[in-house]
């Protein structure tokens, strides 16, 4: 099993002797850390994971400088990996199991009822933001939240700052105002605290505008950040800068793997935003002392988005099989990418299998508080401390197992949990206990079933996901229509 970090009592509170005491020299400074996530960007959307349409230098070059990860997961939707990438805490321990506008407005028309999920991250939940902060860091959220409502807001889980971040999952528009209705119903969307704008203004380049400006505030301030740069980018709606647009429609083939310019423009503004916020850090003594980590929140969304003008796949995450949604791997298998000053060794590549959730107990090992009534520092996390493997990726580090669990319906996949330990998985689909079996190391495209030639790893990781369901309280779904019970199914007989 995976070696849960239990975060000790051993508190050495540095950061706050530091910061009271004005030393600011980058060596002994506690870290400055920037996460930057993009929204749906799937395994092979940047050129340094594989694709041949869309130009990320800027990424290709941060990569160059720092550790891929080639076996990185995520949940297969948005609010479940955000909840865990917060929390180090799995998203169905959290009850936590889709997106917060599907757990508010589930299906009732399929075989089965999905699973009851949480729409809001609890407050007692502990964040990075919350450690963050009781260390003495600044704490800014700059963009999408999507974990929970006005009572669930960034401000209520340990961020000083919260600009963008709300209890959607995609703004109406990347223009500003970034305000209106109609493409997700009648109600109306809006970003919050992007007011001050002009037409022409587009979303990505705004969230960075914001997330500089908090760089800019820390650094007058001598005080440590951390700094959560959440872009909606290139989730949908697809909308990108016209030049770009047509730049990549020059390039389109149908022997590309990859087939969207609209899309592929939207990526091109991501890349330019991570290479403004490395040049920023780049200006300063603060940026020596700045861990900067780039991921995806799920994999990639294969659906089209016709309002683009194009009636096409957004994006294909081949050689995976399926994305966003699906339990495949390309539903899971994102883009993770950590530049460490002191740690990291450039150029550098990890195969591991490693999780969002094990950012959390790597970040912030050590800072639990146990003075502070609002800390729990023995809390169950399902991450594990990646600081080895971070210094040195040839390592064998206790990995697995890794698990996932969907118990909801989307256009790729029906309920369904699954495991990975090793090379092998399991998916287990919840309407009729069906299951796969794959060896990722000699099939990553998950098209050859393994079940009868490998029984004995079928038997063993089905086994291992049913007692990790019970073991970690994951909603399942139910019939439907509920099977009734014989008490009720005698309270309705005719009298
Ligand atoms: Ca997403």
């Known amino acids: 099993m995976r070696f849960a970090s239990r975060l000790g009592l051993t508190v050495i509170n540095c950061v706050l002797v530091l910061v009271s005491g004005s030393a600011r020299a980058a060596e002994s400074s506690p870290p400055n850390v920037v996460l930057i996530l993009a929204d749906d960007l799937g395994w092979t959307d940047l050129a340094c994971y594989g694709s041949d349409l869309h130009e990320t230098p800027r990424l290709d070059e941060f990569a160059q400088g720092g550790l891929r990860f080639t076996q990185a997961y995520a949940m297969s939707v948005c609010t479940p990996s955000r909840a865990m990438l917060m929390t180090g805490r799995h998203a169905a321990r959290l009850g936590i199991t889709t997106w917060s506008e599907g757990a508010l407005n589930p299906e009732t028309d399929r075989p089965l009822l999905p699973a009851v999920s949480r729409p809001n991250l609890p407050r007692s939940e502990i964040t990075l933001a919350e450690r963050f902060r009781t260390a003495g860091y600044l704490t800014a959220a ?47 969307r809006y970003v919050p605290a992007l007011d001050l704008g002009e037409p022409g203004e587009y979303l990505t380049d705004r969230l960075t505008d914001e997330a500089i400006r908090v760089i800019d505030h820390a650094e007058t301030e001598e005080r440590p950040f951390f700094l959560y740069l959440v872009h909606y980018a290139p989730h949908t709606p697809i909308e990108a800068k016209r030049a770009d647009v047509d730049y990549f429609a020059l390039r389109m083939s149908p022997f590309r793997r990859h087939q969207h310019p609209v ?117 169950t996390l399902d991450g594990i401390d990646l600081k080895p493997l971070i210094e040195d990726p040839t390592i064998t580090l206790d990995s697995g197992p890794l698990y996932f669990h969907f118990p909801h319906y989307y256009p790729t996949t029906t309920p369904a949990s699954a495991i990975r330990e090793g090379d092998w998985k399991l998916i287990e689909y919840l ?46 779904p139910t019939p439907n229509p509920p099977t009734p019970s014989p008490r009720s199914a005698a309270a309705s007989q005719p009298r």
């Open 142 to 188: 700059i963009g999408k939240w999507h974990l929970g409502d006005a009572s669930h807001f960034p401000e209520t889980q340990g961020f000083d700052i919260n600009v963008g971040g709300n209890h959607w999952g995609a703004p109406m528009t990347f223009w500003w105002p970034y305000r209106g209705s109609g493409r997700f119903g009648p109600e109306y």
């Open 263 to 379: 899309y592929a423009a939207m990526i091109r503004s991501l890349d330019e935003s991570v290479g403004r916020v490395l040049d920023r850090l780049r200006e300063s003594e603060m940026g020596r002392n700045t861990i900067v980590i780039f991921a995806s929140d799920n994999g990639g969304y294969i659906g089209s988005d016709p309002k683009s003008g194009w009636d096409l796949p957004v994006t294909s995450n081949a050689p995976l099989r399926s994305g966003k949604g699906s339990l495949y791997e390309g539903g899971i298998r994102v883009p993770l990418i950590i530049r460490w000053p002191g740690k990291t060794r450039s150029g550098s590549v990890c195969d591991t299998p490693v999780s969002l959730a094990d950012l959390f107990p790597t970040l912030t090992d050590g800072m639990a508080d146990p003075t502070d009534p609002n800390d729990d520092p023995y809390v």
């Open 431 to 476: 309407e009729d206990g069906r299951s796969e079996l794959y060896n990722l190391a000699t099939d990553p495209g998950e098209r050859q079933d393994r079940t009868t030639s490998a029984p004995q790893q079928w038997a063993d990781l089905r086994q291992k996901l049913a007692a990790w369901r019970v073991k970690v309280g994951a909603a399942m």
